[in-house]
């Protein structure tokens, strides 16, 4: 269990009690293991999301260098050794930076898809390396990982939710459209980090090439506000307790301008905007 004063029980009626080195939590008449979320960074800057339950964990992505991975899940009282794998979504920097050290230094596996692994040029000790393909679930301890393809401009490009003990939380990142693959997997979530990538109006007046901006908005880009607000309306599932708006543009987006466009539709969903900058707190969503 995460044991940091970050702990964030405010999903979930439990009683929490917080002490000088641990959180104790009383778990209402059935005993259900909440599944713990953080992002430790979301932005064109790096990408790494922890989902875990009370003794494992996995990163999906490691696009932030492994030293300040470290200090982030320590700042929030997560253990790296809880750390079981790392799941690569593709290949972009912002995604793999901290990969090579973080699996050397802590012994983490590294499941990657074979054309991703060659687009990335990642050095993987080959104990570490691990295939997957999509469709095809991963466990790891407890935890199910399931891959699946999506649209965006890398080689093989995938997303995945992670689920334990019947909580599931999904990763929706770097998404030019929201295929039926994305659809159908957000609706399967408990909590979801949705990409919420540019404000419509912000990327067209501003400064970036028109190639760029064409780029974005492609079918193999990124999710605008409102593409990700449809989805959002849309597809959630009755049993969404939490949606952390992620990748945000530092550009073509603001974050009090994402949350006001998602608030009004949250009804009783925790909306949260996680920073390019720093780790969110830790939720737990059972
Ligand atoms: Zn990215
Ligand atoms: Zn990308």
Do not use: W
């Amino acid at each position: 269990m995460p044991s940091g004063h970050h702990s964030a029980s405010k999903i979930i009626p439990f009683i929490t009690f917080l002490t000088a080195t641990k959180i104790i939590t009383i778990f209402p008449v059935l005993c259900i293991m909440p599944l713990y979320l953080a992002s430790l960074n979301s932005g064109s800057n790096g990408n790494c999301y922890y989902i875990g339950n009370e003794t494992e964990a996995v990163l999906i992505d490691a696009g932030i260098s492994c030293r300040e991975t470290e200090r982030r899940m320590e700042r929030l009282g997560l253990n790296i050794r809880n750390v079981k794998a790392i799941f690569i979504t593709h290949e972009h920097t912002d995604h793999t930076r901290g990969v090579e050290v973080l699996s050397r230094k802590h012994s983490i596996a590294v499941y990657i898809t074979a054309a991703t692994h060659q687009s990335s040029g990642l050095m993987l000790s080959p104990e570490l390396y691990r295939n997957f393909t999509s469709g095809n679930t991963i466990q790891i301890g407890a935890i199910s990982v399931n891959p699946f393809p999506k649209q965006h401009d890398a080689s093989e490009p995938h997303s995945f939710t992670v689920s334990s003990g019947g909580i599931t939380a999904g990763v929706f990142t770097d998404i030019g459209s929201g295929c039926e693959n994305v659809l159908y997997h957000f609706a399967q979530c408990n909590a979801a980090f949705l990409e919420a990538n540019y404000d419509e109006k912000m990327l067209e007046s501003g400064r970036y090439p028109l190639h760029l901006k064409r780029r974005i908005r492609g079918m193999k880009g990124h999710l605008s506000n409102d593409q990700a607000l449809e989805i959002f309306t849309k597809h959630r599932s009755p049993q969404m307790k939490l949606l952390m708006l992620s990748h945000l543009s530092a550009e073509n987006n603001h974050p009090q301008l994402a949350y006001n466009i998602f608030y009004p539709h949250a009804i009783g969903i925790k909306i949260v905007v996680a920073s390019r900058h720093v780790e969110s707190e830790v939720y737990a969503v059972s």
